[in-house]
């Protein structure tokens, strides 16, 4: 796998370079012509397309697709459907705002530095939680890239950001960041092309779209597992190990063994590794079915907290900054609308094949990597090692740019909003500052590295569907209320998001200690997005209107997030003439 | 399978409900907006001509502004005539009947005067032209810090009755010109302080450059005569900056598009001999900064570093570090030693534009921003400013 | 230090007031223009989300109760997933461009209401 070895380093050094020359993008001249070099709408949405495809949309949803069908392309129109969500009550008005994070917004609109501190620790959680898959996405790519073992993908992703972050690289360059997002859309989109191009369209149509179970290829299938691995035949069927062909009932559990060669027979059903469903028929193909992830109530918890919870993602928000007013602030996010919208016709279009073309992936459980080896596997020889290094390579820079995006958040929110506090009074100078955020990021990349460790089995799209349910349950109901209510009280706001982010981490984890979520009601600890966001609003209103304590400037807050820009700055014809007079 | 019947009956109904919505929005916001009503113009009429009452109002009670404000007042209470009176005479007149009735007539002609706390109401005004058409009388103090300062009368046809509604909205008229006459108090104070201010921001645009840019001018009107013209365009555009008084804050981008006039002028005077680099990353522009916080740093530059020797290099570098801005001025000029750098951002030796700067940035965001100069003799100077991006009630106007 | 820090300052020019300053002041005056600018954009806004948040909404629901869904199929592919992927990503890009040119020409009409 040198070829993809190359492309990834490649673009990991590119990435790196772009953020370390990034500078030269500012160009040199000495006619300014400032206002012409302010950002576009175009830039601007693609740089926050760029900060926003990240592992889930890259592997994640593929991978999902492959275990339960069309009901994990919710998880594709939730995710753009968020930005609709924020054009529509958030992104002209925070702009508008002038505040460049979420706790600066907090502050300044209620007045409460406490609020500050909440939010500031809500940042933390959320962006820690939603760095976890995006290391676990590296651990598995660099398997498939140089064949090493999980935890070292995810070591050197890990220490690559930091170490970038802290030397100052990364600096969320909008053309850096733009750049990203079209090497993403390229590595997604060509390698799918190509594929259908390559297979003359949908092929073997028998497995495709859930119509029967995987099987193996007409020259059967032969895999190598790095550990030992228990595995179901759904249905009655084979597999040589050790020269000796071992039946197996429909139903049957086997326990397959490590570093030796086990094949199916050609055509021979595959086993599906433990916590793989591997759905058929009518179950596959309906987005919304009766049990699993396809369950009406856990479609509804997820398309809640993809709409809502984009809006309070802190990486992504501090990009709106880069908008020099609320009009660009529309129309970036329209533009933004149309970028995603082009990206996600594609990751469906690789579970659909993975299904077929790389039923290997069901008896290893590795779904998630189904972008990266897909090509490999369903086209052998130079074409398939290209593609598979090209999507790989997009695989990086998703990881990079996502993880290198949040941990400026982590560290910025530490150095900025929560040191000063550790540190009461004693002010702080810039080199101080910086070096604290330098510190920070190193420090800050730490815990969701050993998370990543330890979640290897957990899908990458379960993962960051729960850093989507903490923002909808947190910051979605502050920015709502904060900006179109103007009954909100600090008070409020604190309890609101503290409730909802009590509600969501305390169902994940009860989700976690539980096991396999069973069904019914249960099944809902892995999308608490339906019962969290209710309770954050509930909680939120509820304070606010029994608070006596009330925002005391409130119409200069309307007046700041709502009035156009420009009021009264319009230079009429009597001010021009008295000043040339 | 009736069961099944009433699902299916269930779920068209829903779907159906939903389409309906949809497209009854989707239709919604398609529409152009509403042609506005009645109501709503006879409102706009009526706020618009309470906004046109403002400007003039602030100036206090006179002659001047009475007159410039009763036609507004006219439309305003709908009445058939109205008049503005301090304690003793009428002040201005508008409506019927002004072909007798006329400023610095006697109030008392007309009405008794409002007294402080109620309105006054006769259904007959005390006119003797015997050809008066007006008939009844709503007189309502006028009242600033609770104390009488004239009445607004408004009158009426002969033969109309006055409504309720009549002296509900000649008392909400009164008290909108008394709370307008109030604030004219404040704003003497007020405009007292911003002159104060406008000497200090002139101030801050040194004679020294206004001199020398306008010396440079005139040099060209000869030799260059469209140059000259465009030069002076740039200079008033530059000084309408200076003066935008009541935009404390703009943003880095106003900032910088002003040095870049101030830059445009400097190179009149130097041409080739002066060498301006900049390189500002597009994601500080939006960063909101005090009015006049860069461009004395620029000129400082200019002055220290190029001035003396006749030729120079100066550096502009904007960045953004996570939370903050960073902008760094630079100058290749003789530069100064450890201590006079101290010394010049406290304001005591030379370079005032710079500790005012200072005291300003430090003022608004707190001691840990603002400038930090370094410098050595004969390897120029570098002013760093740290900007935080945002600031609770920091806004560019 | 200079008497120029930057706090609210007046107009030096004689009594004219902008009308930023009439709303900046929380007039009643202001209160009107600000209260009618933020409903309209709220209802504009509403108005975009039940557009398609009435047929996303009802989309996973009715996709559950009607079974055929799976079995009909369109080029070989189920019509399920036509329905999930194919109209509503460009709807979405529809609907957002249909109220930001809205909502600018709400922001706009307010300037030069305001401007008056």
Known sequence: MIVALVAVAGVTLGTLGLGTWGMRFARTTSDLLVASRLVTPWWNAAAISGEYLSAASFLGIAGLEMQIGASALWQSLGFTAGYLALLLFVAAPLRRYGSYTIPDFAEARLHSPTLRLVAAAIVLVIAGFYLVPQLKGAGLALNVVIGSPYWVGVVVVAVIVAVNVALGGMRGITFVQAFQFWIKVFAIAVPAILLLIHFGGLPERAALFGRSLPHAGSRGLTVRLGSRQRAQFPQAGSFIVHGQTVHVRAGGWVSLPAHTPISIPPGGVVPVAAGTPALTGARWSRPVGGTGQGAPVLVYSLLIATFLGTMGLPHVLVRFYTNPDGYAARRTTVRVLGLLSLFYLFPAIYGALGRVLAPQLYITGQTDDVVLSLPRIAWPGAGGTILTAVTCAGAFAAFLSTSSGLLVSLAGTFSHDVWPRLARGRPQGASLRRLHFRLAALGAVVIPALVALVAQGVDIAILVGWAFALAASSFCPMFLLGIWWTRLTARGAAWGMVAGMLVATGMIFAGLALGEPTGGALALLEQPAIVSVPVAFATMIGISLVDPLRVSDVEQQMLALHAPEGLGLRLDDEERAQLLA | MLCCQSVGFLIGVVVGLAIAASAVAALRLLRPPRVVSDEVRGLQTALHAANGMLPDLRRGLSEDSARKVTGHLLTLTQASAVALGDKRRVLAFDGLGHDHHHAGDELIKITAPAREDRLHVESRLACEHPDCPLGPVIAAPLLVAGELVGSFVALYARGRRITPNDTRTAAEAASLVSAQLELNAMDEQAERLARAELRALRAQISPHFIYNALAAIAGYIHSNPDEARDLLTEFAEFTRYAFRSQRPYVTLADELGYVEKYLRLERARFGERLQVRLQVEPEVLPVVVPVLSLQPLVENAVRHGVERRGFGRIEIVGRHLDHDVELRVTDDGVGMDAERAATVLAGQGGGVGIANVQARLQAIFGPGYGLELRSEPGHGTTVTMTLPKFRAGVRAA | ?116
């Open chain 3, 1 to 116: 230090m200079s008497p120029s820090v930057p706090g609210r300052r007046r107009i030096v020019r004689r009594g004219l007031r902008t009308p930023r300053e009439e709303l900046a002041d929380a007039t009643a005056h202001g209160h009107v223009y600000l209260r009618g600018l933020q409903r309209q954009q709220l209802t504009l806004s509403l108005l975009a989300l039940v557009t398609f948040g009435a047929i996303f909404g009802v989309l996973p629901l009715a996709l559950y109760l009607v079974p055929a869904f799976a079995r009909l199929e369109l080029f070989g592919v189920p019509l399920g997933l036509w329905i999930v992927v194919v109209p509503m990503l460009p709807g979405f890009v529809l609907i957002g461009w249909i109220y930001q040119r809205r909502a600018d020409a709400a922001d706009e009409a307010f300037r030069e209401l305001v401007e008056r």
